[in-house]
Structure formats: C-alpha cells, structure tokens
T-cell receptor, first 113, second 116 residues
Framework: KQEVTQIPAALSVPEGENLVLNCSFT??????LQWFRQDPGKGLTSLLL?????REQTSGRLNASLDKSSGRSTLYIAASQPGDSATYLC????????????FGSGTRLLVRP | ETGVTQSPTHLIKTRGQQVTLRCSSQ?????VSWYQQALGQGPQFIFQ???????GRGNFPPRFSGLQFPNYSSELNVNALELDDSALYLC???????????????FGPGTRLTVL
C-alpha cells in the first residue's frame, strides 16, 4: 500500500530564507508526483508535476526534484516571501491505479515578514 | 482561476441526513475526481468518473455515490451522514484524450460539510 509522508509538518521561517520541504513515498512504482499549494479553507493549486521519467521541474522560485529509487521528492523555495505562507501537499499517482492521487498530510509553511 | 466550481460553499447537516454536493468541471474536461479532506490531513480519494462512468473508487462505503452528467458536471451524494463525514470535499477535473489519468488536474475550491 502506497503511503506518502511529509516532513516537517510545520515550518516557520523569516522572509528571504531559502527552504526545502520533504516528501517520501513507500512504493517507487509511480506514474507521476505533484506538489500542490493550499491556502486555508481553499482548494488545491497545482505547482509542479514531475513525470516518473523526470528528475526535476522548475517554475519561478520553485524547484521540485524526484528520486524514485529512494522514494523521495523535495520542493525548494528560493527567497521566501510572506505570500508563500500556505500548506504544501505532495501527491503520487501509482502505476497500478493511474487515476487517483495519494496525498501526504502536508507541510504548513509560515513566512514571517 | 481554474474554472472548476463547487456548490454549496458551506453546508451543515445532522447525523442520518443525506447531502448532495455539486461540481462544475472546467470546459472541455471529461474526467472528474472527488476527494475528502479531513482537518489537518491530506485529501483522500473517493472516486473518479470518466465519460459518465465510474472509473475507480477509494476506500469509502457505498453510501458515498456519484454521478457525472453529459455536460461533465458531477454530483457527490452521501447518505446516512455520520459525524466523521465532516470534512472539505474537493472535486478535480481534467481532460483525458486516451483514458483517465491524473495529469494536470484542476481542483475546485471545495465544499465544507459539517455534520452535527
């Protein structure tokens, strides 16, 4: 059974700091891995999608890496801003059921001005 | 702005009642998935519909049911509500040209259901 874990559960950093969020999954047979952002009480916004054949994806100040063999992904946020404060969720799409996403519990990020 | 809308925004029901939640997919999308997100947790997959047929189901009892209509809007129905059904319910739509997948799913803002 695929399980997704995100560490840390919460993170507070001063504005301008670079930071790394971690995601691990137990079964490397994935179709893709996605990172989402969720503001309080809101829906999910897709940030980055990494196909299983890829190693990383970049969008602006965000960079996500994928190491399938070790079951790990990281989301790197450069020069953090207060507007980056949100919950960040990673999710994997397992090869045996390429129609559902399996989510971690998220990392709650607070960027202090 | 993803173009996926959900209604209602908030809903309060009592135990044992039935509820219907609605999702309007982004134009051109033929696949919709429903997720349940309890407070402080990640979303849990309920089921997915592809071209009006159920295409997979998570670990949810039969009292959770759904429909997808020809215009690709969708409903989630929950019967015999329990306190643990209190959660944010999210729908996500996508376009699949050759079978359903999770590529580029667009999530709606969710419906917050409270069961008393």
């Amino acid at each position: 059974k695929q399980e997704v874990t995100q560490i840390p559960a919460a993170l507070s950093v001063p504005e301008g700091e670079n930071l790394v969020l971690n995601c691990s999954f137990t079964d490397s047979a994935i179709y893709n891995l996605q990172w989402f952002r969720q503001d309080p009480g809101k829906g999910l916004t897709s940030l980055l999608l990494i196909q299983s054949s890829q190693r990383e994806q970049t969008s602006g100040r965000l960079n996500a890496s994928l190491d399938k063999s070790s079951g790990r992904s990281t989301l790197y946020i450069a020069a953090s801003q207060p507007g980056d404060s949100a919950t960040y969720l990673c999710a994997v799409d397992h090869l045996d059921s390429s129609y559902k996403l399996i989510f971690g519990s998220g990392t709650r990020l607070l960027v202090r001005p | 702005e993803t173009g996926v809308t959900q209604s209602p925004t908030h809903l309060i029901k009592t135990r044992g009642q039935q509820v219907t939640l609605r999702c309007s997919s982004q134009s051109g999308h033929n696949t919709v998935s429903w997720y349940q997100q309890a407070l402080g947790q990640g979303p849990q997959f309920i089921f997915q519909y592809y071209r009006e047929e159920e295409n997979g189901r998570g670990n949810f009892p039969p009292r959770f049911s759904g429909l997808q209509f020809p215009n690709y809007s969708s409903e989630l129905n929950v019967n015999a509500l329990e306190l643990d059904d209190s959660a944010l319910y999210l729908c996500a739509s996508s376009h699949a040209s050759s079978g359903p997948s999770t590529d580029t799913q667009y999530f709606g803002p969710g419906t917050r259901l409270t069961v008393l």
